[in-house]
């Protein structure tokens, strides 16, 4: 018999974008946007990040919380005000329902996400409910599928987000059990 536990710490921050957002020349800058598994950052887009891939919209993270460990990452620009915002919620919602059972998902938003009514449902289907997301809110969440165990934080009003972005810390727990045979 192999048996394998799990103890993964996963922190997220989320942000969205506002006109007090702090001054971008001063160190530290910015409001924080990450993930973090184990204390190590696998995702990483604050408010001033200037750099290659800046990303607005709903950030997913497929986790092995066994190997405490990114498996895929995908964005979807569900921006509320974009031209793409209902068609990029129609794939996230396409993509959570093709995810297999027990999926472990962490999601979380910068700078503005909250155009999600096309992937409402398929939220809800894996345990998240963000239907009361505003223009300017926020969210962060770690999921699994199927059995709807979540840790969820929302800011449902623009000033709220402002004062206390969305953010989650966890410690995934489990156990795998499996048996071997041998042929003798």
Known sequence: MCVITAGCHVQVYSWSYHASNPNCNVKPSGIPGYVKLKG?????????????????????????PFTCSRIEYKRFDTYKWGHTGDAEAEKLSKYLDQLGDFSVIVGSMTDEASGLTKAIDALLRVGVDLSDIPYKGSYAFVTQKSTNKTVLNKATTEEKSQKNPAHVNVIITGMYNSLRYRDV
């Open 40 to 64: 190590n950052v696998i995702f990483n887009k604050s408010s001033c990040d200037k750099g290659p891939g800046i990303s607005r919209g709903t950030h997913i993270q497929l986790i092995d």
